[in-house]
């Protein structure tokens, strides 16, 4: 398995100005795996419940994406539903049941323990160290957190974070993980913990990079229509580690990163522009490599 | 003149989490001219008032900025004061006193009427008109405005839009003079209002430029301080107007217009890091060639 993404695969319910969905296929490590599947073999290492069926299987499936790490257990899949604002900037939590995804524990298969690329999505960092206990050390390992285990287990996530190669996570969580609200800063604060790359996601302005070289800031493409932001940061996560994996026999030096985070950046604007997963599940490399073109355009910054 | 800028110049008082500095010579037209002063002949119309003394003057005139369009008027000058929040993204304004402001009306000296560039500070749109219809049509008008009038005189500043050819605001003013949230619909709205170029200003996420050819994202530099955004976007204004001052003698097609943006983007990073326009007052052609270099490569995307 060249790619391995553990994290939440979910029943979404999602209001915004444009339109709604109720109990649709959605999650981290859904969004993750959909965007990337257009690089990468890639295997999820979750739960769902009893009630995730197999049209719910099939939205995965059809990607190619490997599922004997999804572990169906008694009890309901988790579900989300939330609402958007106006402007789709702000977001308010509605509902979370947690259902089969309270008593999770991942056990990965034995057919992945020797994954090139592992990503692990945003869930307890207990949880994250017990999946890369389960694993000979890959090539390397991205991660998710968010506020709630940067305020709530603190320890754990920092025992993760030492073994994590590219920690993903937007900018109020990186200012609050560093307890420094300047970002270049807070950048060299995480940096000392572990991620030799820190990547800040930016919402609609895109992505910020610190590695070893010199930052890198990509925009987020500029978009006549955008209808549902759910999930567009595990898309970008899912197209910069499906990208990584799909050029695995190149040093992963300051240029590949970058190429990767753009593509990234670009699997997010087809999640974006539709409801839920539906922008995901159709692309062709054709539209990809275009929309990378878009964005490339887009910053560029030359002669005449 | 080569380039001609109307605006406000008035005493700033400014809290930020990092200091503060009370009643030090600022206003729109200061920042920009002082950024532009980098790279063009600039001159200023706007007035000030009886408390404003040769100590002012001088911070304007080390530049060599031609001040005879500088009005001195009976009464106080503008005087403008406020609070950033800890993490510099809001502001709160303290008080606002017009002063000799409120009666301007901006006369264009003699030696002015033939400006190759214009910029319109951001003031009352019919005086914005009056100042185009003083001069000779110049090569190319940049102008800038605020909710205030995007409210309250529509008729005039569409009148005015009419005749600018860029357009510097931000996204809200962007969205709200569009009414239209998404960017993209809104720049093809505004478009059609007159201006041939939308810039829209997103702080510490850059600027967007949306022409007659593919849409130009910048990136904000990322820096490891920031004292004071006060005159950010008014730096970015002159940087850009200053570079294409500069480079007048070439056509201004969309490899130069994407460099004046990126020297704009240089240019509003110099003030940030000081208080007022401190960090205005003393660069070099080195120092500004350095950081362009940098934004270069935080934007740059391209093979190993």
């Not at 207990?126 to 991660?143: I, M, T």
């Not at 996570?169 to 995480?190: G, H, M, T, Y």
């Not at 695995?248 to 990234?264: C, E, K, V």
């Amino acid at each position: 398995m060249s790619l391995l993404v553990v994290g939440s695969v979910a029943f979404d319910s999602i209001e915004t100005p444009f339109g709604a969905r109720r109990e649709v296929v959605g999650g981290a490590a859904t969004y993750f795996a959909l965007a990337a599947s257009y690089f990468s073999d890639v295997g999820v290492v979750g739960a769902v419940g009893e009630d995730f069926g197999p049209e719910h299987m099939s939205v995965l499936q059809r990607r190619n994406i490997d599922l004997s790490g999804l572990e169906r257990l008694e009890g309901p899949t988790f579900r989300w539903s939330g609402r958007y604002s106006y402007d789709l900037n702000s977001r308010e939590t509605l509902d979370t049941q947690l259902g089969v995804f309270e008593g999770f524990h991942p056990r990965i298969p034995e057919k992945y323990r020797e994954p090139e690329f592992l990503f692990l999505g945003n869930i307890d960092p207990d949880l994250q160290h017990a999946v890369l206990s389960q694993v000979k050390r890959p090539r390397l390992v991205g991660c998710d957190t968010m506020n709630f285990w940067i305020e709530g287990k603190p320890e754990a996530l920092k025992r993760t974070l030492s073994l994590v190669d590219v920690l993903v996570i937007n900018d109020s969580e990186a200012r609050e993980l560093a307890k420094e609200p300047n970002l270049v800063k807070a950048a060299a604060r995480i940096r000392g913990m572990g991620p030799k790359t820190l990547i800040v996601k930016r919402g609609e302005f895109g992505a910020a990079a610190f590695g070893a070289t010199s930052p890198f800031a990509v925009p987020a493409l500029l978009l006549d229509s955008v209808q549902d932001p759910t999930g567009a940061g595990d898309s970008f996560a899912g197209g910069m580690m499906g990208y990584l994996g799909a050029n695995a026999s190149s040093t992963i030096g300051d240029g590949l990163m970058r190429r990767a985070i753009a593509m990234g950046s670009v699997m997010a604007s087809f999640t974006v522009q539709s409801f839920g997963v539906e922008g995901l599940l159709d692309l062709t490399p054709g539209q990809i490599e275009q929309r990378y073109a878009e964005l490339k355009a887009l910053s560029h910054l030359e002669a005449d």
